[in-house]
């Protein structure tokens, strides 16, 4: 069972208690955006095979959104963040790319 | 390709059976082909078939980096219905459903196509207004369904228990000529004519990279070289924003891992499907005599091809409620598979920004009832640009809101 460390309240807690969020970072986009625009923030996603950032919700716990970077490939958890920033912080890049030598880099 | 008949038993019989050939051949792939089909599932050898049988196009490859079948085709619960709400999902669904009445003898392979009955539960008032709704709709696009009340389902399940004090049956939504198939056999069935018509089935081959030159496809790359194209069809499930990455676009798609699982063998003892989407479970029982169950999607991105335990843990809860004879029965083995999931729980068939590059996927949770109708739209998109079957699955409609909304009229779990 995926387990993950709520940043926010600091506990390490089972899925059940959580709520999964789908892709973190994406760019808002609302009206006067262009077609294109709003169909990218709306719809389009990476869903890479491998190193994934993604918004999870501690749902039966404090409430709070948090973000993780995790791999789809082999579930491995690479660390939680919290949500109020709007790209992962350098260490936890600095370790992903540590495990995973081949990885193309966020973005 | 020799005929499979009761003449071809009887003469194996005789000859200790040394006279049954391959069923398909494996080739070494060549320089060039006009069309590469990546994924030989049920979609991609469907999508095969048919372009040689309508449309008369056999330079194909049909490309796989595992062995055939051995995706999600060979991961499903088998379930064959058409009981959908909107007119392109029932136009689509209905017409798969329809070839696979004829599969075994198109194929002269047995499909062993069961049409024998599927019920959707209502066990809320909210679900009763839905499935009657689905109901009517059905009948203005020509699906045959039918609302039946409780005594009904009773008498058609009669391990029912339809008093459950939480989730009481109201009544069901009934298709007589839903049922089930082999879903290995459809595969097979395909690949051995595919084959016979002088397609190349290359398997353990992954493709590693999609070539274009001037937003047209040439080719792939592939463990196996390179090989060109005039046109790809991309039909990988799981695996589509994958491989739309190296062609250099995006899919609003999102995989994850839906599970199933199967009961020891018993007697014969429930003869319809059943499908309890309030409580996320659907049990058939297979020739084999297992119980045949499949329950919710995981919520996250996932492509490890196994799920979280707490599914399993719920649906099986929630069908026990549901048949409580089955409380004492031993789980035999537990799969998962990774399916492709689109917004409005539609599948996507379509051109692409790149030019000679299709796309089949997004099939999500209930690909395996589609595979006829979806290969035959398929091929016909492929070949001819356009084909009516697909035009409303187009990737356009995330940019028009055309949305085939299907989250709510199908439940979750099919």
Redesign the interface.
């Known amino acids: ?2 387990t993950l460390t709520c940043p926010c309240c600091g506990v390490t807690v089972e ?2 208690e959580l ?2 969020g ?2 973190a970072h994406l760019k808002r986009f609302g009206p006067g955006s262009s ?2 625009e709003f ?2 923030y ?8 491998g190193v ?1 950032f ?1 918004r999870w919700r501690h749902a039966y716990g404090c409430g709070k959104w948090f973000l993780t970077a ?1 791999c ?4 491995e958890v690479f660390g939680s963040y919290p949500a109020q920033t709007t790209e992962p912080p350098a260490e936890l890049i600095a370790k992903i790319k540590e495990k995973r030598p081949g990885w193309e880099g966020y973005k | 390709m020799r005929r499979y008949s009761i003449f071809a038993v009887a003469r194996e019989a005789l000859r200790y059976h040394s006279g049954w050939e391959k069923a398909w051949a494996s080739p070494e792939p060549k320089k060039r082909y006009d069309v590469i089909i990546v994924g030989a599932g049920g979609h991609g050898l469907a999508t095969a078939y048919y372009l040689g049988k309508v449309h008369g196009i056999t330079n194909v490859a049909i490309i796989e980096k595992g062995w055939l079948g051995g995706g999600n085709t060979g991961r499903n619960t088998t379930i064959i219905r058409s009981n959908y709400l909107q007119d392109p999902s029932a136009a689509i669904y209905e017409k798969a459903r329809s070839l696979y009445e004829e599969l075994s003898a198109d194929l002269n392979y047995n499909v062993m196509f069961s049409p024998r009955g599927l019920l959707m539960l209502a066990q809320s008032e909210h679900e009763m207004r839905g499935y009657k709704r689905t109901v009517y709709a059905n009948n203005l696009q020509g699906v045959e369904t039918r609302w039946i009340e409780r005594d009904e389902v009773k008498s058609l399940v009669p391990i029912l228990n339809i008093d459950g004090p939480r989730y009481p049956v109201l009544g069901a939504l009934y298709q007589e000529r839903g049922g089930t198939a082999r879903h290995d056999a459809v595969a097979w069935g395909y690949a051995r004519k595919c084959s016979a018509m002088g397609m190349d089935i290359i398997q353990n081959c992954e493709v590693t990279g999609v070539r274009t030159a001037r937003g047209k496809v040439v080719g792939v790359n592939t463990t196996k070289g390179e090989i060109d194209c005039n046109k790809l069809a991309m039909v990988v499930a799981g695996h589509s924003s994958v491989l739309a990455e190296m062609a250099g676009f995006r899919l609003p798609i999102e995989s994850a891992a839906l599970q199933a699982w199967v009961s020891e063998p018993i007697k014969p003892t429930i003869d319809v499907v059943v499908m309890a989407n309030l409580v996320h479970g659907y049990m058939s029982q297979s020739d084999k005599g297992e119980l045949v169950i499949g329950g919710g999607t995981d919520g996250f991105n996932n492509y490890t091809q196994r799920g979280s335990w707490h599914h399993v843990e719920q649906t099986t809860r929630a069908l026990v409620e549901t048949f409580p004879v089955i409380s004492r029965l031993k789980m035999l083995r537990q799969w998962g598979g990774i399916v492709d999931m689109t917004g409005d729980r539609s599948p996507i068939l379509s051109k692409t920004p790149v030019e000679g590059i299709y796309v089949n996927c997004g099939w999500g949770t209930g690909g395996f009832k589609a595979i006829p109708g979806s290969g035959y739209a398929m091929a016909e998109l492929v070949a001819k640009e356009y084909s009516p079957l697909a035009a409303d699955f187009s990737l356009k409609r995330f940019k028009e809101g055309q949305f085939i909304d299907e989250s709510v009229a199908a439940g979750v779990a099919h």
Do not use: I, Y
């Open positions: 069972m995926l899925e059940t709520a999964p789908g892709e077609d294109e169909e990218t709306m719809f389009a996603r990476k869903n890479p095979k994934h993604e995790r789809t490939a082999t579930l």
